[in-house]
């Protein structure tokens, strides 16, 4: 008798935590949302656009996130020109609106070569701040600029 009686205890235990870990799984984003996470994303896209014969090209990038205020997007573009390297560098101020937003940054040629059709390498930083931290997010593609 006393056996049965372990063994009913032990499954009602069981039950028990199972039911009180499903419970707190399932609350896990929802904790971490009301929590005030940061969340910060930058994705680079290609094609970029060649203007002023190589002088900026203009390269789209995808931002999602749930900062306050607006965060500051930046894009360096490094390419093979000739027997050098074209590079520029461009920002961009965007407001969060917490999901993804293609905004087009301006990468104007900063060495003494013009970008050109062709791949390039391109590097997207996005920074910013809610209430309670702040943070940084990066990505690199080889990217087609036509």
Excluded at 46 to 57: D, F, H, I, R, Y
Excluded at 67 to 96: L, P, Y
């Amino acid at each position: 008798m006393r056996t049965k009686r372990i063994k009913v205890a032990t499954a009602v235990v069981a039950i028990l935590v199972g039911g009180l870990l499903a419970w707190f799984a399932t609350a896990g984003p929802a904790v971490a949302f009301f929590s005030g996470g940061l969340f910060l994303d930058v994705q680079v896209e290609s094609p970029a656009t060649l203007l002023a014969k190589g002088a900026a090209v203009q390269v789209p990038v995808e931002v999602t996130c749930n900062a306050t205020g607006t965060v500051s997007v930046s894009v360096t573009v490094t390419q093979k020109s000739g027997s050098g390297v074209a590079q520029g560098f461009g920002s961009a101020q965007v407001g969060c609106a917490g999901s993804g937003e293609q905004v087009t940054v301006l990468v104007q040629a900063t060495a003494a070569k013009p970008f050109k059709k062709g791949d390039a390498v391109a590097t997207a930083e996005i920074s910013g701040c809610n209430n309670l931290t702040c943070g940084s997010e990066t990505d690199n593609e080889v990217i087609q600029i036509k």
